[in-house]
């Protein structure tokens, strides 16, 4: 199974592991209207453009569940304290060593692969020589990378370790695996994408799983929920598992739960106009959005608020997993907040990963994100976000592989985004959205490109739960090469969906 059909099935089990752990699970949906607002809803084909209003029920002060829903203890507790009332460091290492041996092994013995072949000799020539740029394709650079950086993560998530400390260890477990893992150079493409990707897929899978494992829970159901768990967070569950804790019987960690939060699970179908190298085509598509927190009110610490979604396509699309997006609060503080209006800004993170036939692109990114919120009547609000953005290490698909022998170019640059969103009470929206990137290229076709997205998408609520929506947006990619010909092209877009909302 391949890395993204196999990150199809977790998307699957997350959406089904989360519908059925969340805070308010079971529950009467409260307004649309009182949802938060995530901080970077998708970048590109995505929730930024057609994201229904999702239903979300509010915690209490102290964190704990709403009634009908028991976090704490219902029997006798077992002996001893769950993780982690302190950090672990050398069960952290070790775990970070396996993952650093066991791919090598793979590679070496059973793939029969030249570049694992190691010796003092190649390790001396990559501390001498440095890093390069790779030649490995997209969906490994862009997409397995990154996975592969949040186990790295997760070592130290699950041994104790707050967020910036296991942060560390994604940076040094992927050094480790470039300068000694493989006898060629060190790619510096990989090297910050498996960190900085890894880092954001690490804490959203580590706070999911913690959603879903309840160590309050007996039987058929604690085995689920701790299998569940597992496979959406490995290195979490397997903590877990040496630590016997799952089966362990005692209270759930403070802060289990955010705030608020909600998700959606949308299937539709979706036309594609001719464009540059694409021939019109349609197909089907499901896409599972998540909000955590709200990006109004949590300020604590980073990922107290963020939006993950992903998407995958039908057979009109090589990739089943064609988009991810996962945008993050590092650092929140409210600017002002009036009876009418609330104005907030946050330094957020952002990963991003499109693999569509119109278009692949992605990378890791950082931006100051400026959400307002107006209060118009009792039935109308209205919500805009306007976000610069730093593009660190970007990817855009290209027409010249004759230096690199990639399809695709390596390279920094900007961004904006910018959205409108008018919301009813009843949970009907519309908004506008645009993006603009620039990215300039560091290694590959030299040149610059620049992509920019605009649309509209409305939102209409059928019964309870249930909704219908439609997008339409406007795909443009111009790129400009110091030594071919440049690139344009603009690629139409429609959508219509039916969407399930969750607590």
Same mark, same amino acid.
């Given at each position: 199974?391949?890395?993204?059909?196999?990150?199809?099935?977790?998307?699957?089990?997350?959406?089904?592991? %989360?519908?059925?752990?969340?805070?308010?699970?079971?529950?009467?949906?409260?307004?649309?209207?009182?949802?938060?607002?995530?901080?970077?809803?998708?970048?590109?084909?995505?929730? %930024?453009?057609?994201?229904?209003?999702?239903?979300?029920?509010?915690?209490?002060?102290?964190?704990?569940?709403?009634?009908?829903?028991?976090?704490?203890?219902?029997?006798?507790?077992?002996? $001893?304290?769950?993780?982690?009332? =302190?950090?672990?460091?050398?069960?952290?290492?070790?775990?970070?060593?396996?993952?650093?041996?066991?791919?090598?092994?793979?590679? =070496?013995?059973?793939?029969?692969?030249?570049?694992?072949?190691?010796s003092g000799d190649s390790w001396k020539r990559n501390i001498i020589e440095?890093?390069?740029?790779?030649?490995?394709?997209?969906?490994?650079?862009?997409?397995?990378?990154?996975?592969?950086?949040?186990?790295?993560?997760?070592?130290?998530? !699950?041994?104790?370790?707050?967020?910036?400390?296991?942060?560390?260890?994604?940076?040094?477990?992927?050094?480790?695996?470039?300068?000694?893992?493989?006898?060629?150079?060190?790619?510096?493409?990989?090297?910050?994408?498996?960190?900085?990707?890894?880092? /954001?897929? !690490?804490?959203?899978?580590?706070?999911? @799983?913690?959603?879903?494992?309840?160590?309050?829970?007996?039987?058929?159901?604690?085995?689920?929920?701790?299998?569940?768990?597992?496979?959406?967070?490995?290195?979490?569950?397997?903590? =877990?598992?040496?630590?016997?804790?799952?089966?362990?019987?005692?209270?759930?960690?403070?802060?289990?739960?955010?705030?608020?939060?909600?998700?959606?699970?949308?299937?539709?179908?979706?036309?594609? !106009?001719?464009? $540059?190298?694409?021939?019109?085509?349609?197909?089907?598509?499901?896409?599972?959005?998540?909000?955590?927190?709200?990006?109004?009110?949590?300020?604590?610490?980073?990922?107290?608020?963020?939006?993950?979604?992903?998407?995958?396509?039908?057979?009109?699309?090589?990739?089943?997993?064609?988009?991810?997006?996962?945008?993050?609060?590092?650092y929140g503080t409210e600017l002002k907040r009036t009876e009418k209006a609330?104005?907030?800004?946050?330094?957020?993170?952002?990963?991003?990963?499109?693999?569509?036939?119109?278009?692949?692109? $992605?990378?890791?990114?950082?931006?100051?994100?400026?959400?307002?919120?107006?209060?118009?009547?009792?039935?109308?609000?209205?919500?805009?976000?306007?976000?610069? @953005?730093?593009?660190?290490?970007?990817?855009?698909?290209?027409?010249?592989?004759?230096?690199?022998?990639?399809?695709?170019?390596?390279?920094?640059?900007?961004?904006?985004?910018?959205?409108?969103?008018?919301?009813?009470?009843?949970?009907?929206?519309?908004?506008?959205?645009?993006?603009?990137l620039w990215q300039h290229t560091l290694n590959g076709a030299i040149g610059?490109?620049?992509?920019?997205?605009?649309?509209?998408? /409305?939102?209409?609520?059928?019964?309870?739960?249930?909704?219908?929506?439609?997008?339409?947006?406007?795909?443009?990619?111009?790129?400009?090469?110091?030594?071919?010909?440049?690139?344009?092209?603009?690629?139409?877009?429609?959508?219509?969906?039916?969407?399930?909302?969750?607590?």
């Amino acid at each position: 199974m391949s890395t993204a059909r196999g990150f199809g099935a977790l998307i699957a089990l997350a959406a089904a592991c %989360l519908a059925t752990a969340g805070p308010s699970f079971g529950q009467e949906a409260v307004r649309a209207v009182d949802r938060p607002d995530g901080l970077g809803v998708g970048a590109y084909p995505s929730p %930024l453009l057609d994201t229904p209003p999702l239903a979300l029920r509010p915690l209490d002060a102290s964190g704990a569940a709403p009634p009908g829903l028991e976090t704490g203890l219902p029997g006798p507790q077992d002996d $001893g304290a769950f993780c982690c009332d =302190r950090r672990h460091f050398w069960p952290a290492i070790g775990e970070v060593g396996i993952l650093l041996v066991v791919p090598w092994y793979f590679n =070496r013995h059973v793939a029969d692969d030249s570049t694992a072949v190691l010796s003092g000799d190649s390790w001396k020539r990559n501390i001498i020589e440095g890093m390069e740029w790779d030649r490995d394709a997209f969906k490994t650079n862009m997409w397995a990378h990154p996975y592969h950086g949040s186990t790295y993560f997760n070592s130290a998530r !699950g041994n104790g370790y707050d967020f910036w400390q296991s942060a560390a260890f994604s940076w040094g477990g992927s050094f480790l695996w470039e300068t000694f893992g493989e006898n060629n150079r060190p790619a510096i493409n990989d090297w910050m994408s498996t960190a900085l990707g890894g880092i /954001a897929l !690490g804490e959203t899978l580590h706070r999911f @799983s913690v959603m879903i494992w309840d160590n309050s829970a007996t039987g058929f159901g604690r085995t689920m929920r701790e299998l569940g768990g597992f496979l959406v967070n490995p290195m979490g569950g397997f903590n =877990r598992l040496v630590r016997g804790e799952w089966t362990k019987m005692g209270p759930n960690a403070e802060g289990r739960f955010p705030t608020t939060s909600a998700g959606a699970l949308r299937a539709g179908y979706r036309w594609i !106009g001719e464009g $540059g190298r694409s021939e019109p085509s349609s197909g089907g598509f499901v896409s599972f959005d998540y909000l955590y927190g709200d990006a109004f009110k949590d300020f604590g610490s980073p990922f107290d608020a963020f939006e993950f979604t992903a998407q995958l396509y039908g057979n009109n699309e090589v990739q089943r997993l064609g988009l991810a997006h996962l945008s993050a609060s590092l650092y929140g503080t409210e600017l002002k907040r009036t009876e009418k209006a609330d104005h907030v800004f946050h330094f957020a993170q952002h990963f991003d990963y499109v693999n569509i036939q119109t278009l692949e692109t $992605g990378g890791s990114s950082l931006s100051a994100t400026f959400l307002s919120r107006w209060t118009l009547s009792d039935r109308w609000k209205l919500v805009t976000r306007f976000e610069p @953005s730093a593009l660190l290490i970007w990817g855009v698909d290209s027409e010249f592989s004759d230096f690199t022998q990639r399809d695709y170019d390596f390279g920094s640059g900007a961004g904006l985004r910018a959205h409108v969103d008018l919301r009813n009470s009843s949970g009907a929206n519309v908004g506008l959205s645009y993006l603009l990137l620039w990215q300039h290229t560091l290694n590959g076709a030299i040149g610059d490109h620049v992509l920019q997205l605009g649309g509209i998408q /409305a939102f209409v609520p059928i019964y309870r739960k249930l909704g219908l929506g439609a997008t339409g947006f406007l795909n443009v990619r111009d790129s400009y090469y110091r030594d071919y010909p440049d690139v344009f092209r603009r690629n139409p877009e429609v959508r219509a969906y039916a969407a399930w909302s969750f607590e």
